[in-house]
């Protein structure tokens, strides 16, 4: 039984600030990569930042780059800052069991395991 649980999330004003958190039970070590990944109202779900279980490396969508930051311990982490309206959405983390490359690592339907989701908003 693998489970995810997502914290942090809340409201900020733009340019601010959030940590998420992603506390991961079960067989972890079955897990090759993990990600965060986004779904606003009347949106597809996308996929933000994906990092290697084994070596730490990071990937990043685009549209975060410089601004989110992967990372994990025990834990999964995003670090959120320069927060814009445009981040508003429900946040997801999420694992795979397999280590993934390129595009893929940000592919929503290549992770097989999923969190509830914790609630960013950001205002203008």
């Known amino acids: 039984q693998v489970q995810l649980v997502e914290s942090g999330g809340g409201s900020v004003q733009s340019g601010g600030s959030l940590r998420l958190s992603c506390a991961a039970s079960?067989?972890?070590?079955?897990?090759?990569?993990m990600g965060w990944f986004r779904q606003a109202p009347g949106k597809a779900r996308e996929g933000v930042a994906s990092?290697?279980?084994?070596?730490g490396g990071t990937y990043y969508a685009d549209s975060v780059k410089g601004r989110f930051t992967i990372s994990k311990d025990n834990t999964l982490y995003l670090q959120m800052n320069s927060l814009e309206p445009g981040d508003t959405a429900m946040y997801y983390c999420?694992?795979?069991?397999?280590?993934?490359?390129?595009?893929?690592?940000?592919?929503?339907?290549?992770?097989?395991?999923w969190g509830q989701g914790t609630q960013v908003t950001v205002s203008s």
């Open positions: 990092i290697y279980i084994y070596n």
């Open positions: 079960g067989y972890t070590y079955t897990y090759g990569s």
């Open positions: 999420a694992a795979a069991s397999s280590v993934l490359i390129g595009a893929a690592r940000l592919n929503p339907a290549r992770y097989t395991y």
